[in-house]
């Protein structure tokens, strides 16, 4: 990793600024110390760092921590989760290099055969999340059809029934 002042672009790149670890955090709604730690993981590493040793970050870092940021708040991904993804998509992108400068066919066959497999699990990662969130949609749907209900009773000018348990599973 190359030491650069702050705010400058590496040695020949199109001028980008680099962020610090604190603007970077502000800008994402995280804390330094949880971009701190996901370096910790590998999840992430910094562009560079200043001649005063602080972490820069470009755009293309911002990008993947909105990403995890994203999949972690939004999709409910554990770190675990996250960082096999992440390291999917970067498989993706040096087994595309490898098929392009390859012409062995069996080579070939190995990076397509290690692509499909990457696919399958998170097809199969997405689809059990999918599953939980049709049980907790199912469940949601079933509490709301008790409550409308109990409003159709009391339109009607009945007493509600009383509310038990019985009849109902659990579907966790």
Same mark, same amino acid.
């Given at each position: 990793?190359?030491?650069l002042d702050v705010h400058s672009a590496p040695p020949g790149s199109p001028t980008q600024p680099l962020? /610090?670890?604190? !603007? =970077? @955090?502000a800008t994402l709604g995280l #804390? @330094?110390? #949880?971009? +701190?730690y996901y370096e910790e993981l590998g999840l992430l590493t910094p562009a560079a760092r200043s001649e005063g040793d602080y972490r820069l970050y470009d755009d293309d870092d911002v990008e993947r921590l909105r990403f995890i940021?994203?999949? +972690?708040?939004?999709? *409910?991904?554990?770190? $675990? !989760?996250i960082s096999q993804m992440l !390291?999917?998509? @970067?498989?993706r992108a040096r087994n595309r290099d490898r098929f392009r400068t390859t012409t062995d066919a069996a080579e070939r066959r190995a990076i397509i055969d290690d692509? =499909?497999?990457r696919v399958d +699990?998170?097809?199969?990662?997405?689809?059990a999340k999918s599953d939980r969130l049709a049980v907790m949609i199912a469940d949601a749907e079933e509490r709301r059809a008790h409550l409308l209900g109990h409003l159709d009773e009391l339109d009607a000018g009945r007493e509600p $029934?009383?509310? #038990?348990?019985? *009849? +109902?599973?659990? /579907?966790r």
């Open positions: 990793m190359s030491h962020l /610090r670890i604190q !603007e =970077v @955090a #804390t @330094a110390r #949880t971009i +701190r940021k994203d999949l +972690r708040d939004d999709a *409910g991904f554990s770190l $675990a !989760e !390291e999917d998509q @970067a498989a692509a =499909v497999a +699990r998170q097809i199969d990662l997405l689809q $029934a009383p509310h #038990t348990h019985e *009849g +109902r599973q659990s /579907r």
